[in-house]
């Protein structure tokens, strides 16, 4: 490599040194990096970094003299999976011919009123925590204002990971963490909850050091997610500045399960979350746009998400205090779930019957996306949410104008 101040954004040369070296190549493009940070972590010299770009997201770079090329970086990336052979791919034998689904909801009814779906998580984590599991999980660090992963084995702390939060949560050191807990102590055992990008990053992770016979993969569903720079600036602008909150929710049931309410609260004052501000698709991680898990079909042990359709798909079982996907992808996930019929209700269903847009393919990427960052970066944050509450009040009523239409036809 010449003698020049490397891309500053993928690499960084601080003396300037000669590289004679073939660094790494993270990602060609920001597509190809969900920053789940699996690279930073492996790193057996700290040669990679994590660093915010303009919109809030966080892509890796490289320390182009420290970096002894070992490749690492590259062979754990979960996100570009055609680059390297993973060994995972010959254990079929840990799945199950034919992904198992269900419809399900936790019987517990406080619990199933503050969780965003159906409460599986709780579900599953209850039982794993108390048969010897920690639970790796995100939660809200409300005096920081970010949303981190943790290493949690009691109910109590696992319980502050409950509500979907739609910006992506930070991996910091969870790899690495997850290595030494589960390596403290040969008992230990560890179920993993993310999204597909984070799960199956901690999978390869986890491949990597041989631990994976003591790990349990649960996956979310996920449309995407959206940058948390412009979720906290729109909190900001609510709260008169303070940027203050102590609870967020993307997914409160007062109305019912299909019309979730996204709010904040401060000192017991609640401010509702426009979605079409803080969820926004124009927002969106570029990656999220490509994500290759979006199907059914994973190497993780459970997947979860909401069961939209249910009301056609299985009415009998459709409640207003929520309804969970189940899609059940090994046997250990198969037998976790046998484990916890007691305290859940369900209905078998099938991949025909569950399929929900984020399940076939990515969510679009917004034709709006680059006008919407341009409106951000060159003018205040208050034209960006003017401008966009009007857009979405405005297709609101087209949307209803249109279906009025068509109720008269
Ligand atoms: C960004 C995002 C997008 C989603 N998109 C869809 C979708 O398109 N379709 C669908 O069916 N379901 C989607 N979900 C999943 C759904 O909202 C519920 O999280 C899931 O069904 C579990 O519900 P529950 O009642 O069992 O969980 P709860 O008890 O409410 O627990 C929520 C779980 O989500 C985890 N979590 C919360 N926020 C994040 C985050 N930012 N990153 C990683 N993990 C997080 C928590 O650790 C916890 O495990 C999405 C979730 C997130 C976070």
Redesign the pocket.
């Known amino acids: 490599m010449e003698n020049k101040f490397l891309d500053s954004t993928r690499y960084i040369n601080l003396e300037n040194k000669k590289i004679n070296k073939d660094l790494p190549e993270l990602y060609s493009n920001k597509e190809n990096c969900c920053g789940c940070g699996a690279c930073y972590s492996i790193c057996p010299v700290s040669a990679i970094i994590m660093q915010e770009d303009g919109e809030g997201f966080l892509y890796p770079s490289v320390y182009a003299d420290k970096c002894i090329g070992c490749y690492k970086c590259l062979k754990v990336c979960s996100f570009n999976p055609k680059k390297f052979s993973d060994k995972a791919d010959d254990e079929s034998d840990i799945y199950l011919d034919e992904t198992k689904v269900y419809a399900s909801r936790i019987k517990n009814q406080e619990i199933l009123a503050?969780?965003?779906?159906?409460?599986?998580?709780?579900?599953f984590t209850d039982y794993l925590i108390d048969n010897n599991y920690a639970v790796v999980?995100?939660?809200m660090d409300y005096e920081n204002k970010t949303?981190e992963f943790s290493i949690v084995n009691d109910k109590n702390k696992r319980d502050e990971?409950?509500?979907?939060?739609?910006?992506?949560?930070d991996s910091k050191n969870i790899f690495s963490e997850s290595i030494a807990y589960l390596k403290a102590d040969a008992n230990h055992r560890i179920a993993f909850?993310?999204?597909g990008c984070?799960t199956e990053a901690f999978r390869k992770y986890i491949y990597m050091h041989n631990l994976n016979d003591r790990v349990l993969l649960?996956d979310?569903?996920?449309?995407?997610?959206p940058s948390k720079k412009i979720v906290m600036e729109y909190i900001k602008y609510l709260t008169g500045g303070t940027g203050e909150f102590d609870y967020i929710t993307?997914?409160d049931k007062r109305n019912g399960w299909s019309k979730p309410v996204s709010l904040i609260k401060y000192d017991n004052k609640e401010y509702k979350l426009n979605k079409d501000i803080c969820y926004n698709a124009n927002t969106i991680r570029l990656s999220c746009n490509v994500c290759p898990y979006t199907k059914t079909k994973r190497k993780s042990d459970i997947t979860?998400?909401?069961?939209?359709g249910i009301e056609k798909q299985h009415p009998e079982f459709y409640s207003e205090t929520?309804n969970?996907?189940v899609l059940i992808h090994s046997k250990k996930g198969m037998e976790l779930f046998n484990r916890i019929k007691p305290d859940i209700e369900y209905v078998e269903s099938s991949v025909d019957k569950c399929l929900?847009?984020?399940l076939k393919k990515p969510t679009m990427r917004s034709k709006d996306r680059a006008k919407f960052w341009n409106d951000y970066n060159s003018k205040s944050f208050s034209y960006v949410v003017k401008k966009y509450e009007m857009i979405g009040l405005y297709k609101k009523i087209r949307n209803k104008a249109k279906k009025i239409i068509r109720g008269k036809k």
């Open positions: 503050k969780s965003s779906s159906g409460g599986m998580f709780t579900a999980c995100s939660i949303l990971a409950r509500g979907s939060k739609y910006f992506q949560s909850v993310g999204t984070q649960i979310i569903i996920c449309h995407g997610v993307y997914k979860i998400g909401d069961f939209w929520g969970s996907l929900q847009p984020n």
